[in-house]
């Protein structure tokens, strides 16, 4: 008679899950270094021109697409002749893809309640901040789209990020951070970048094309599972059955989970040029120099200051969020120089430099001196936002087309 033991059951579990998850981290961060190593040559230099910024997130889109479609066509031609049954492998595939899309689905649904709660959010209170209420309306107004909740946030990181969903409707968020650094002009100048971002609709372009590396990803994973546990090969046909089947299995996993990484750095490159777009988008609609002032702001007031500095500048975060594939809610909310971070929780947050010193500081002066900084290639592909030194470079390449009688 045996006697099942739930502990040795559970201890077995545990063993195989962390022989799973050191293989899963040995393919994501081959992917990783491999993404690094070839960072000097992916990475290009600012858009020329509007329209070539448009054809490079075309042709990103594109590429995402197709490549995503073949990987899933051939993975599930491969499966199905590996279990030695054809539409074997397309049930792997449309499960992994219907529970990516579901679990999107709900980051974007919930994304808003989360984000509010997170980082404090509150509707403008005083005359100051229905100021800024007035200010986003024309520049919506001026953007030709409906104009979306201003939401205030209770940390002194300077930044701002756009987010919704079709539950909640469209917000822009300010922080207390921001409103402390800049002037009234260049704070007009950041919602019209927000505001950019609701207008070309980069949550729903980022949420759709994620889709395709989170599959990737998760379908990698499940390969991975099955054929440590399950093995694979189909009856009456000499392909491999058991342990054989099952490490052609685990491998294909492994190769999935790069393919899911490389993906996600794909979605990023992606996500860099939609800040591009956004910048134009306030070039147009309030002036070309007043984003360039309040980017040079803020990139001194972060420079300046280490706390600053290293919130903004961490691989190690980067890194974090390229193994992970898609960062949980906050990352499709598009912050201004970077996404929101992971201090604004309020029990990790600590002592923060006063940014109002700089709100006098004449900009203008250092405007040249910070494009003409050389910027990290390596950085930058593990970043979610251009360099700020690339970024006053591309105004520079636009501004004749969108103003051409400002200075």
């Known amino acids: 008679m045996i006697i099942y033991d739930p502990l040795f059951g559970l201890f077995a579990f545990m063993m195989a899950y962390w022989w799973l998850l050191i293989l899963t981290s040995i393919a994501a961060g081959g992917a990783v270094a491999l993404m690094a190593a070839i960072a000097p040559k992916a990475i290009k230099g600012e858009p020329k021109s509007l329209a070539s910024l448009r054809a490079s997130m075309a042709i990103t889109a594109v590429a995402i697409v197709l490549a995503g479609v073949s990987v899933f066509v051939g993975v599930a031609e491969l499966i199905g002749y590996i279990f030695g049954y054809s539409l074997a492998g397309s049930y792997l595939v449309m499960t992994a893809v219907i529970f990516t899309f579901f ?45 979306p909740k201003l939401r205030i946030a209770e940390t002194n990181m300077p930044n701002a990020f756009s987010y919704g969903s079709p539950l909640s409707g469209s917000y822009v968020a300010v922080t207390r951070g921001l409103l402390n650094l800049m002037p009234d002009d260049e704070v007009e100048a ?37 054929g440590f546990f399950g093995g694979g090969g189909g009856e009456g046909r000499d392909r491999g059955s058991g342990a054989n089947g099952g490490i052609l299995l685990m491998l294909v996993g492994m190769l999935l989970v790069v393919v899911g990484v490389v993906f996600r750095f794909l979605v990023g490159n992606f996500n860099r040029l939609r800040e591009y777009y956004a910048d134009a988008n306030s070039a147009v609609v309030t002036s070309p120099r007043k984003i360039q002032r309040a980017l040079a702001r803020l990139h001194i007031a972060v420079e300046g200051n280490n706390y600053f500095k290293h919130q903004v500048n961490s691989s190690g975060s980067s890194m974090f969020k390229a193994l992970f594939i898609v960062a949980p809610f906050v990352e499709i909310s598009g912050g201004f120089l970077y996404e929101p971070d992971e201090d604004a929780w309020p029990w990790r947050r600590r002592r923060e430099p006063d940014l109002s010193r700089y709100r006098d500081y004449d900009v203008d002066q250092l405007i040249e001196k910070i494009k003409n900084e050389k910027t990290d290639p390596v950085a930058e592909m593990f970043a979610t936002h251009p360099p700020i030194p690339k970024r006053l470079r591309f105004i520079d390449n636009i501004k004749y087309s969108v103003n051409p009688v400002e200075p």
């Open 190 to 226: 950041v919602l019209g970048h927000e505001v950019g971002h609701l207008r070309h609709r980069d949550v729903s372009w980022i949420l759709a094309l994620s889709v395709i590396p989170l599959a990737v990803y998760y379908l990698g994973q499940m390969l991975i599972w099955s």
């Open 103 to 147: 679990i999107i689905l709900i980051q974007w649904l919930l994304s808003p309640l989360f984000i509010n709660l997170v980082y404090r959010t509150h509707p403008p209170r005083t005359d100051e901040e229905r100021r800024y209420q007035a200010m986003l309306e024309e520049v919506a107004r001026r953007s030709h789209i409906r104009t």
